[in-house]
T-cell receptor
């Protein structure tokens, strides 16, 4: 399967702990996106990369959140000092814009539960 | 805050009935995309509309983009149980290309 993969699929952590999620996009895709989705809501944009450059970051994203895509391939999303309000599904998506293909391919997500 | 509004939030129909969901943005969009998310799944791309007044069809699904590029709709004719899921519109603005603003989604339930 050459789709977008995310790891782990589920994470339970205690409040105050740090967590890191990984996303592996489709190999030829140059854009990678992170979203957060809570029950009954649409995906909420967090940030996106074009190759290794982080082009935009949501103002809703506090400084506890950081994302990297060091070699323009996989990406990591880290949440420091987790809070209960961080509990959500974290979705990664990728696309290949240089072919005029705007379709975003989503991964299965990482479900975070902060206790 | 919510950049793209979508209604209704829920829709329950009997198999064979039609279904429509509406999407509205307060600002002009450069394009709008539609995604479907099955229960327990992730969003899957359906279509993208770019031109003012554009209408696209995919079998029983008809997608429209408003003349002012601020609203869009998805209409499903003769729903089937396989249509069950949440349908999201997602708009992209010219000032923030690459960033999608998702609506809250319309959750469709189809009774057999």
């Amino acid at each position: 399967d050459t789709g977008v993969s995310q790891d782990p699929r589920h994470k339970i952590t205690k409040r105050g702990q740090n967590v890191t999620f990984r996303c592996d996009p489709i190999s030829e895709h140059n854009r990678l996106y992170w979203y957060r989705q809570t029950l009954g809501q649409g995906p909420e944009f967090l940030t996106y990369f074009q190759n290794e450059a982080q082009l935009e970051k949501s103002r809703l994203l506090s400084d506890r959140f950081s994302a990297e895509r060091p070699k323009g391939s996989f990406s990591t999303l880290e949440i420091q000092r987790t809070e209960q309000g961080d509990s959500a599904m974290y979705l990664c998506a990728s696309s290949r814009l240089d072919r005029g293909d705007y379709e975003q391919y989503f991964g299965p997500g990482t479900r975070l539960t902060v206790t | 805050g919510q950049q793209v509004m979508q209604i209704p939030q829920y829709q329950h129909v009997q198999e064979g009935e039609d279904f429509t969901t509406y999407c509205n943005s307060s600002t002009t969009l450069s394009n709008i995309q539609w995604y479907k998310q099955r229960p327990g799944g992730h969003p899957v791309f359906l279509i993208q509309l770019v031109k003012s007044g554009e209408v696209k069809k995919q079998k029983r699904l008809t997608f429209q983009f408003g003349e002012a590029k601020k609203n869009s709709s998805l209409h499903i004719t003769a729903t089937q149980t396989t249509d069950v899921g949440t349908y999201f519109c997602a708009g992209e603005r010219g000032s923030t290309l690459g960033r999608l603003y998702f609506g809250r989604g319309t959750q469709l339930t189809v009774w057999p």
